[in-house]
């Protein structure tokens, strides 16, 4: 965590908000640092460990929770809980997708019931800066393979031969003789349609094969363009000149002991100021989360090292299977903005002291004694303009207190200027005690923030109970 805040400087004091009784202070972030990495995966079983989770590192070995820990994206789709998600650039890092698995054990489905008749869909996200995301939508790709009982571990790579991605998963289908999971792929270009699933890799007899995942390599690193590894009771090499051409069994890990009873979830890593590359795998057999094993040549399976002891650390969170995408610059710089945590706040309402702003149902009112995310928010620059505060929910990131109608709800941000300028306040002394505040609307600058009935309202305010009622303080 202090390599992270070292790096925060221009950032955080840009972004950072003081607010009555609150001062926030951030270290200088050093002017020449490199950008970092991005690591989006999940961490756990339940509703909320099988969501969307992102990690930050600055040299690749040393990761930091963003977002304080918490979900950064919520499936509210399929089974409502996704795992093995894959973060995808397109080639000119004008978008961005989230692929994961719909899947959502011990929340209303077993492993048994997953694996056999499961989701045939896989859940999407789709983003023009990494920072806001649409509502996600189901992609089904395992409903046209004859029998095909679910959709697993999906990942992606462009394709430059044909101007498209390579969308690959995995299946478990009866097939000559034997029902497994084998990988299939399909050609996309929008993850919203595909071609026609085939089979992709397919081992011999019963043995499964789930996790793969490919890298690129660059010129004059091995005698293969794309090195993957796959999860096959071993953690098998391969190397090849096409994505989708013929692949060369190069070799697996058991040479420094990890074989495919211990670890699951390949995940790349090249680090950016060498030709070296960490594969990270998940130590699901010890429950012990991901650890990389690092390589200067990932096509020769007697090059790859074990980390040593006290060389890496994976932060708070336990890390499981996700992926990694090394950012640039400006990449870097809107993570940070936009991720790192902020202070949970909490709004009480001045002439009710013992109840606080939160959310039920996306209405917003003032309930007693409550502690929950559903109190917490995240107070933001405004949307609209500087010098302001948004409200963003803690536990439904990506919405904000809005008004519409002067009545209040939580709202996801649809990038719009109606939106911003509806969920941006400008923060003034409290209408009824100075050393607490009240919140004008930004396009209704004679209106503020007020409860009335218990619920939150949009409103002039000309009376003494309306003042006190337009008054808050932010606390913790």
């Not at 070292?6 to 020449?32: G, N």
């Not at 990131?397 to 509806?422: M, P, S």
Request: charge should be neutral; proline fraction near 5%.
């Amino acid at each position: 965590m202090r390599t992270l805040l070292s790096r925060l400087a221009a950032i955080l004091v840009a972004a950072c908000l003081l607010l009555t009784s609150q001062s926030l202070a951030a270290p200088e972030r050093a002017a020449a640092a490199e950008p970092g990495y991005l690591m989006t995966h999940f961490i756990g079983e339940g509703s909320n460990g099988q969501q969307i989770y992102f990690s930050y590192s600055t040299d690749g070995l040393n990761w930091s929770d963003l977002n304080g820990g918490g979900i950064a994206l919520r499936s509210t789709v399929g089974t409502k809980g996704v795992r093995d998600p894959a973060l995808v650039r397109s080639p000119d890092g004008s978008k961005y997708w989230i692929i994961a698995t719909d899947l959502c054990i011990s929340c209303g489905q077993t492993w048994s019931q997953s694996i056999n008749d499961g989701s045939r869909n896989l859940v999407v996200w789709e983003s023009t800066d990494l920072i806001n995301w649409s509502e996600p939508w189901l992609l089904n790709v395992a409903g046209a393979i004859p029998d095909g009982r679910n959709a697993w571990a999906p990942e992606a790579i462009w394709d430059p031969a044909t101007n498209n991605y390579v969308l690959y998963w995995a299946t478990n289908v009866p097939q000559n003789g034997a029902t497994k999971h084998r990988i299939f792929y399909a050609r996309t270009s929008d993850f919203r349609t595909i071609t026609t699933p085939q089979i992709y890799i397919d081992r011999p007899g019963t043995q499964e094969l789930i996790d793969t995942q490919i890298v690129e390599m660059p010129a004059g690193v091995g005698n293969y363009r794309y090195v993957r590894a796959s999860g096959d009771g071993q953690i098998t090499l391969e190397g090849s000149n096409s994505i989708l051409g013929t692949w060369t069994n190069l070799g697996n890990l058991s040479g420094i002991g990890l074989t495919g009873a211990q670890v699951e979830g390949p995940m790349w890593m090249k680090f950016r100021d060498r030709n070296e590359w960490a594969l990270y795998l998940d130590q699901y057999s010890s429950g012990r989360g991901y650890m990389p094993v690092t390589s200067t040549n990932p096509s020769v399976p007697g090059t790859y090292q074990l980390p040593a002891t006290g060389s890496y650390n994976m932060g708070v969170n336990k890390k499981r299977h996700g992926s990694i995408l090394n950012l640039t610059a400006a990449e870097d710089t809107r993570v940070l903005a936009r991720w790192t945590d902020t202070p949970a706040k909490r709004l009480q309402s001045f002439n009710f002291q013992d109840r606080y702003v939160r959310h039920a149902n996306f209405d917003v009112r003032i309930d007693q004694n409550i502690t929950g995310p559903d109190a917490q928010f995240r107070i933001r620059p405004g949307l609209a303009g500087s010098g302001t505060v948004s409200f963003e929910s803690v536990n439904y990131r990506g919405y904000f207190l809005r008004h519409a109608n002067n009545d209040f709800q939580l709202v996801r941000n649809d990038g719009t200027a109606q939106f911003a300028a509806d969920a941006t306040f400008n923060q003034v002394a409290g209408l009824a005690d100075s050393t607490w505040s009240s919140f004008q609307s930004y396009n209704h600058p004679d209106r503020y923030i007020r409860h009335y009935a218990y619920y939150l309202k949009l409103d002039p305010i000309t009376t003494a109970t309306g003042r006190a009622d337009a008054t808050f303080r932010v606390t913790n």
